[in-house]
């Protein structure tokens, strides 16, 4: 009787339609990819706790002493040879992450909505154009792009990095495909039976069923935001308004052409300091990433 529950209890392999052997190779496949994802994020764990001298003296995988994570941390948040102040970076890298990425994904779920359940003359160009996009590496409208902020006065400013931030078409692809996967037309058509308007259906009915699809697109979008290099580069010439990416840019110039080392701990700690807000926000909506939760709630 023990060995049928046991056999009940487990999945056998060869239903998924894979064979042991399989199973076992990508099981080493994806062990090493997270060994490769995870060393970076290990060694940065352990020279933060480092001096300068033993960043470069000692095993770079290892702990030595004296521990000077906190001596370090503190600098972190003092000015630096008036470069600027790693913790005005750190504040405007939150700002424009949190508001381009709630504007992303209120605007990605209106025209994911809007894309999955209404059909009008051209919408079906219009989403292959708004694909087409993610085809444009944002090198390539550098020159134009800076010029037309030049012309609305949007250079320096924080508007001017938070707008096209609000602009993401992953976002818009992956709610119209939530939508139409996992809301079922049943329940809107019903609602519309009952005399609901469009707007009362999606904010009353349509939206708390997104709320998976929504955390998805956030944690994306604010990703996004939270790495973007090129775009805060191009834009803003006042330090006081660079996010994390490009105030760390300018350290690392600073050492190549000072050769001040002493800069190297603070490089090496903030990069583990504009790391940690990611994990951690990836640890709190990760439950959400799943998809499909309505599948099949609406009866046959």
Known sequence: MKDAADEDDGIPVEFYGLRRGTVTALTIICALFALFTLIPIIWLIINS??????IFETFGFWFARPFALFHTFANLFTDVDGDGIFAQ????TVIYSVVSGVGATILAALAGYGFARFRFRGSRFLFAMIIAGLLVPITLVAVPLFLVYAKVHLINSMAGMILPSMVY???????RTYVELSIPEEITDAARVDGASE????FRI???LMVPGLMTVLLLSIAATWNNYILPLIIFSNNSLFPGTVGIGLWLQHVGGSGDTNLYPLLVLSGLVMIIPMIALFAVLQRYWRGGMLLGSVAN
Not at 199 to 202: A, E, G, L, N, T
């Open 206 to 208: 349509v939206l708390p």
């Open 49 to 54: 706790t480092k001096t300068q001298a033993n």
């Open 89 to 92: 970076w750190f504040a405007n």
């Open 169 to 175: 078409p992953v976002g818009v692809y992956l709610m």
């Open 199 to 202: 707007f009362r259906i999606f």
